[in-house]
């Protein structure tokens, strides 16, 4: 299985940008890697995932590494509904890593 | 409605009794998952299904039993429920292994 590392816990001010690290040394070729975040007392919900080259979507942006052992997930602009815990998940079809499996994840604190 | 839904939201239930806890998508989705999210940490894989009639073991799985007669159902039956049991339990479900996962809103599930 692929492992990730990640800060147990970030902060950021409202409307700063904010960079959120994981380290997946271990991934496959073939491992994309997915991101989801859980907000307090909801379920988890996805963020954005790839491959290899950066990707952007409405809520945020994900650059990934050349050598892609590691990754960063890029909110613009963090607003206080941004507070949650963010998960970085290798995923690839087939293997241990297409059950998406959660680890610690990195809790964000968002200050007005 | 289109989405993933659970039920019940909430149940109690004594030490020793069978639950089942229902989770049903309306997407046709081919990927299913159950995680259990203790007070304070982060979700552990149960189950998971990568389509009807093929089920398979997660990080946690003793205790549980699922299955998976139909696409769009994943039911998790507590055969005999414990107090550690005691958890919030989400249910997942993806169209592949490369799109993003949508979850229910959550099963907390109390055994006294």
């Known amino acids: 299985d692929a492992k990730t590392t990640q800060p147990n816990s970030m902060e950021s001010n409202e409307e700063e940008p904010v960079h959120l690290p994981c380290n997946h040394s271990t991934i496959s070729g073939t491992d994309y890697i997915h991101w989801y975040r859980q907000l307090p007392s909801q379920g988890p919900e996805y963020v954005i995932h790839?491959?290899?080259s950066n990707v952007n979507n409405r809520m945020a942006s994900l650059a990934i590494a050349e050598d892609r052992k590691s990754s960063t997930l890029i909110l613009h602009r963090a607003t206080l509904r941004d507070a949650a815990v963010y998960y970085c998940?290798?995923?690839?079809?087939?293997?241990?890593?297409?059950?998406?499996?959660f680890g610690t994840g990195t809790l964000l604190a968002v200050q007005p | 409605d289109a989405g993933i839904t659970q039920s019940p939201r909430y149940k109690i239930t004594e030490t020793g009794r069978q639950v089942t806890l229902m989770c049903h998508q309306t997407w046709s989705h081919s990927y299913m998952f159950w995680y259990r999210q203790d007070l304070g940490h982060g979700l552990r894989l149960i189950y998971y299904s990568a389509a009807a009639d093929i089920t398979d073991k997660g990080e946690v799985p003793d205790g549980y039993v699922v299955s998976r007669s139909k696409t769009e159902n994943f039911p998790l039956t507590l055969e005999s429920a414990t107090r550690s049991q005691t958890s919030v339990y989400f249910c997942a479900s993806r169209a592949h292994t490369n799109t993003e996962a949508f979850f229910g809103q959550g099963t907390r599930l109390t055994v006294v």
């Open positions: 790839g491959l290899t």
């Open positions: 998940i290798p995923s690839n079809y087939g293997g241990a890593t297409n059950k998406l499996i």
